[in-house]
């Protein structure tokens, strides 16, 4: 499967990194668990499962070390645990975890058992792991709870394993499996951006946000462009099992297709000297990104924002190694997350492949070629 960068599709100033996701920051790692079943409808069976959980794991003992970090949000209609907490003391003390809306609990839980099973100090202090949401319940069955303890176990190991990699996985894997996106199949995208200093901004997104005819990419109107969606969703890609996880209940009126409103969750992370207040400020410039693509943050949407940076961890309770990058020496870690964003969303859309869930609802992969040749002709019509 293609990505932006594959076709000519140029977002921005800075360029990207080797493998253009968060894995070019030096130790961080992605991992994921799907979770796809076809099993009989409750109370007979799980009915059908369309999600999973996804990890980006800092590095190293994040308790023991914990990492500078803020968020902010643009709309709150979504959940992320541990948000507070982080922005309280411009620090996280866990990995970050991505699922469903209703396995929140779930992968909370078993967050808590596998960290306090390698480190026992958490017994004494505690933690409240950071675990944020999307939506699903357009392709997966919520009547029963899908994600166990051992895919949170795994989704944790592989991000571990990851580390370092040649390449990032994306589309409709791990959390990413049940999304939708701006009238197409969505989940999870990742892109990477290199500072002048030689800092590396990586962006990870779960996309499940926004409606078709506002789709934008790299300024062309796509979704007022590309062909017509069918009546099961859009147009493009055949139904395929998972490679490795929408927006909402389906539209009144309109079975089979997703409301516009669902949430997108932006993780962004630099090996760059942020402190926390550094880290909020540059997690608001991801809903830059969100509105080039086309976001408007409906009022049913959850766009919720973290950042962290490596460049200022310590020791847990000592003080950082160096002062932090402040003032106008943050504005390009500001755009880099803005350019990441954009061109996550759009590699989360062009990885994903069509895929039907439950009551035989369907999200369609974007169509790619078309795609192709509507961002390569645009300019030259537009002058004509």
């Known amino acids: 499967m293609p990505r932006a960068s594959d076709l000519g599709i140029a977002i921005g100033l800075l360029p990207s990194g080797p493998t253009g996701s968060v894995l070019d920051v ?21 009915g059908i499962a369309r999600t999973g959980v996804t990890v980006i794991d800092p590095g190293g003992d994040v308790f023991a070390a914990p990492v500078p970090a803020g968020g902010a ?33 779930r992968v909370y839980d078993a967050a ?27 392709l997966n069955d919520t009547r029963r709870m899908q994600v166990e303890r051992g895919d949170v176990r795994d989704a944790l190991a592989a991000a571990r394993a ?10 409709a894997v791990g959390a990413g499996t049940g999304m939708s996106c701006l009238g197409y199949k969505g989940g999870i995208g990742t892109a990477s951006r290199v500072l002048p200093d030689g800092s590396v901004v990586g962006v990870l997104t779960l996309t499940n946000f926004g409606e078709a005819g506002r789709l934008t990419v790299a300024g062309v109107p796509a979704g007022q462009l590309l062909p017509e969606r069918d009546a099961d969703g859009p147009v493009g ?38 402190d926390g207040a550094a880290c909020q400020r540059a997690a608001r410039r991801a809903g830059l990104g969100l509105a080039r693509c086309g976001s408007t943050a409906h009022h049913g ?24 990058v402040t003032g106008r020496a943050l504005d390009d870690y500001f755009a880099a997350v803005a350019e990441a964003t954009e061109e996550a969303v759009i590699n989360s859309l062009l990885q994903s ?32």
């Open 237 to 274: 890609g055949q139904a395929s099992a998972p490679v490795g996880g929408q927006a909402g209940a389906p539209a009144p009126g309109r079975p089979g297709v997703p409301r516009p409103a669902g949430s997108c969750i932006v993780v962004a992370i630099t090996d760059g000297p942020l």
């Open 73 to 105: 949000v643009l709309n709150g209609a979504g959940e992320c645990t541990g948000l507070l907490t982080a922005q309280e003391w411009g620090l996280a003390e866990t990995p970050v975890f991505l699922t469903s809306t209703m396995q929140v609990g």
């Open 162 to 171: 990851s580390a370092g990699g040649v390449a990032a996985v994306e589309g």
């Open 26 to 46: 030096p130790g961080v790692g992605l991992g994921h668990a799907t979770v796809w079943r076809d099993e009989p409808p409750p109370p007979a069976g799980r």
């Open 353 to 384: 492949v069509t895929v039907t869930g439950r009551d035989g609802n369907t999200s369609r992969q974007i169509p790619v070629e078309e795609l192709r040749s509507l961002v390569a002709g645009y300019p030259a019509r537009s002058r004509s």
């Open 112 to 138: 808590c058992e596998l960290l306090i099973e390698e480190q026992p100090a958490i017994a004494d202090d505690v933690i409240i792991p950071i675990v944020a949401e999307c939506d699903d319940s357009f």
């Open 301 to 324: 949407s959850g766009e919720i924002f973290l950042a962290l940076a490596t460049g200022l961890r310590a020791p847990r309770g000592a003080a950082p190694p160096r002062a932090p």
